[in-house]
């Protein structure tokens, strides 16, 4: 069963002692020079670090959170606006001067990478996080235990995925799809933003090829960027119904869909 505790991480220091679950827990000062993890930090400790590090360089001074709805994990780490509460939770730095981490963002999709039953990929913006520079080992956490407690692993295996799909618009066009032929798994990835005077979304049915009812009906949640993601594992041919929802305002779309 998946976690869905996104709070502040709780994990073994030797330097500094005490529970940082709490969403008021206050961030461990550290007067050390940037790149230079606090001495008397245990591993865990060193790879909470290094993440907090990232996270900063990344999101600079914004709120963060975490996408619990995000299919492959619950440590999907995002930016502001981290609402509706129902989908993210508020992240709370242990670290507040976590500077020049060892990892980096990685470009390949995390759906590629196969961990086992229990780790969960650490990810930031959807991206794998990666512990070394030959992207050989990638930051997760494990689903069998409570808090974050982060690990670098190496995947066991590597799926070879095609894009069957990548097609982007405007405003509120709506298409359907040709059947597509997929394989073990697929991924279905929506992503839109519209202007604030104009927010929207998307909607989407999937609908296997003879069959009347949709094995899938998703849409985005109506802010006004948002990004969503399925992964099915049905092997056959499916075609896809999309629309844009809400005001007809300035809204760009993009619809993928990859498959091993």
Not at 165 to 179: C, I, K, Q
Not at 182 to 193: D, E, K, N, Q, T
Request: proline share 7%; glycine share 10%; with cysteine.
């Amino acid at each position: 069963m998946l976690k869905r505790l996104a709070v502040g991480a709780c994990v073994g220091l030797v330097a500094v002692a005490g529970f940082f679950g709490a969403r008021d827990a206050a961030a461990v000062h550290v007067s050390r020079e940037a790149g230079d993890p606090p001495p008397g930090l245990t591993a865990k400790g060193r790879l909470l670090w290094n993440l907090e590090a990232l996270l900063r360089q990344t999101f600079g001074n914004q709120a963060i959170c975490t996408w619990v709805r995000a299919p492959l994990t619950v440590w999907d780490f995002r930016a502001t606006p981290c609402t509706p509460f129902a989908s993210y939770d508020p992240y709370r730095y242990v670290f507040a001067h976590a500077r020049g981490s060892r990892f980096h963002v990685s470009s390949r999709a995390p759906t590629n990478m196969v961990f086992g039953n229990y780790p969960l990929m650490i990810l930031i913006g959807g991206r794998a996080t990666a512990c070394d520079a030959s992207e050989q080992y990638f930051l997760i956490d494990y689903a069998d235990g409570a808090g974050l407690s982060p690990d670098c692993l190496q995947p066991y295996k590597t799926l070879k995925s095609r894009t069957l799909l990548d097609r982007s618009g405007w405003h509120d066009r709506s298409f359907a799809t040709r059947p597509l032929k997929v394989g073990r798994f697929w991924i279905l990835a929506l992503i839109y933003s519209c202007t604030p005077r104009a927010p929207g979304g998307l909607a989407v049915q999937v609908w296997p090829q003879g069959k009347r009812r949709p094995i899938l009906a998703g849409s985005t949640n109506g802010r006004r960027t948002d990004q969503t993601e399925y992964l099915l594992y049905r092997p056959g041919r499916y075609s896809l119904r999309v629309r844009i929802t809400g005001d007809r305002g300035d809204c760009q779309w993009n619809v993928n869909v990859q498959s091993d």
